[in-house]
């Protein structure tokens, strides 16, 4: 394991560096957070000017339509976009950073053909239904039911915390193909399909976070006629499919908001300097700590991407750790924000109070700290499963 950068990979940085400074300011201004209908436009455009540049879907294999890029590379790529103050993913998040990896992991050719493209020019968005009202975290658990009917599947259930489902063109389902029984445990009998978000039968109800915004919704689905050939993996095997889609969402979906969060570090230094803050020793403690803090998260993030490189682009386990312990650095950055803004840290109009409010829901966000916790425990140090 190097955790160095290469000649190539530093040539790779600088000419990234001079496109940045070349494109941003040709950006138009950037909509109201809570808009996201305009959030979308404005996401894709953003997505088009990547792919156009050559630089949509580095982190994807070439015969996928991506640019076969090392995973070092993506690094970079997160390192600088976000240095120079590019737009995030957005609301290309489901598509780009794991629906569209594990198609192009587990997807047929003409799956890859037919939903890759578009996610890399920005022509359409997915959303992801896999929680539901009465499993949450607990994947297993899904209740959503879908039965064949000659070359459909029949889709019947709800969902919720449905990212960006208010804007999606398609959605990452989780359904239950067969039913549970002594025979088929809970973490059998269940499919990955790729259902458009246009079929009769779908209702989405945008959900308003403690923020403010709808980035989430509940989704109710009745009697959804989903193409048999929409399947991603063999009939009752989408669970394994599903760990290949959850291990990029651990693995690499938040890494770079990590850079973010040592640039909103240094600003609350900066702050805290400017109205006094600074004079108190515990509160310059404590970001030295977090300093400290996303230092180490840095290092985990090349060392789990190294150890994906070695084992063949796949994140392993080692995203859970990182999963686990930057929800919780998040949460205290932004409690230490409060800290540096004193009553100015109830001003909603502020950035830094909303970032705060959405920063609660990263403790159940792509699997909750229990999860993780349990994932750690029981394939990283061997620990026996709890009942």
Known sequence: ????????????????????????????????????????????????????????????PADAGGQGATPTQ??????????????????????????????????????????LPPVLRGDEVWCQGFSEPDAGSDLASLRTRAWRDGDH?????????????????????????????????????????????????????????????????EMFLDEVRVPVANRVGAENDGWRVTMVTLSYERGTAFVGEVVACRRV?????????KNGRWDDAVLRR??????????????LTQWNVSES?????????????????????????????????????LDLDHEWTLDRLSSLSYTIAAGTSQIQQNIVAERILGLPKGR
């Open 286 to 299: 404590r970001l030295g700590r977090l300093s400290a803090e996303f230092g180490a998260l840095w290092r």
């Open 1 to 60: 394991m190097d955790l160095t950068y290469t000649e190539e990979e530093e040539d790779f940085r600088a000419r990234l560096r001079a496109w940045l400074a070349r494109t941003l300011p040709e950006l138009p201004p950037r909509p109201d957070p809570l808009d996201w209908p305009g959030r979308r436009a404005y996401d894709m455009g953003w997505q088009r000017r990547l792919y156009d540049a050559g630089y949509a879907g580095l982190h994807w």
């Open 153 to 217: 599947y029949v889709v019947s259930g709800s969902k919720i915390w449905t990212s960006h489902a208010e804007v999606a063109d398609w959605c990452e389902l989780l359904v239950r193909t067969t039913p549970v029984s002594e025979a088929v445990p809970k973490h059998r009998g269940i499919s990955w399909l790729a259902m458009p978000m246009d079929a009769p039968g779908i209702t989405v109800r945008p959900l308003r976070t403690l923020a403010g915004s709808t980035e989430f919704a």
């Open 265 to 273: 570090l240094g600003e609350l230094a900066r702050e805290a300097r």
């Open 309 to 345: 490189q070695r084992s063949g682009g796949v994140p392993g386990v080692g995203g859970s750790v990182f999963k686990l312990r930057y929800s919780h650095a998040r949460q205290e950055l932004y409690e230490a924000a409060g800290e540096v803004l004193g009553a100015g840290s």
């Open 74 to 115: 993506h690094l970079i790529f997160l390192e600088e976009t976000e240095k120079a103050g590019a737009p995030y993913v957005g609301a290309n998040f489901v598509g780009l950073l794991h629906a569209g990896p594990t198609i192009a992991s587990e997807g047929t050719p003409e799956q890859r053909a037919r939903w």
